[in-house]
């Protein structure tokens, strides 16, 4: 059974740090893409941050540039992003995404979200 699941969410305080994980089971994350999105309430879910499957190249939206990074270790079957100087603004649920082909049929796999508050 296919599975992605995040985990790693909680409370912290403004300009703290916290790590995000996104464990898959099911199928192996080395040929897919890994992003990481995140919805806050009343708003649209927006990309945060991307881990290609070939090359890894990654990339980030401006307003988390040089705070996050996203990564992936293959041999755990788990991607990762890394939260530094988080901002009230943050705050949202975080969904790990995985694209790629398997079976030669395109894949496009979801978590159920991990909730991320950032407050004093």
């Known amino acids: 059974q296919v599975q992605v699941v995040e985990s790693g969410g909680g409370l912290v305080q403004p300009g703290g740090s916290l790590r995000l994980s996104c464990a898959a089971s099911g199928f192996t994350f080395s040929g897919y893409a890994v992003s990481w999105y995140r919805q806050a309430p009343g708003k649209e879910r927006e990309l945060v941050a991307s881990?290609?499957?070939?090359?890894?190249?990654?990339s980030y939206a401006d307003s988390v540039k040089g705070r996050f990074a996203i990564s992936k270790d293959n041999a755990k079957n788990t991607a990762y992003l890394q939260m530094n100087s988080l901002k009230p603004e943050d705050t949202a649920v975080y969904f790990c995404n995985a694209r790629g082909v398997r079976a030669g049929i395109p894949r496009d796999y979801w978590g159920q979200g991990t909730q991320v508050t950032v407050s004093s």
């Open positions: 881990l290609t499957s070939v090359f890894g190249s990654t």
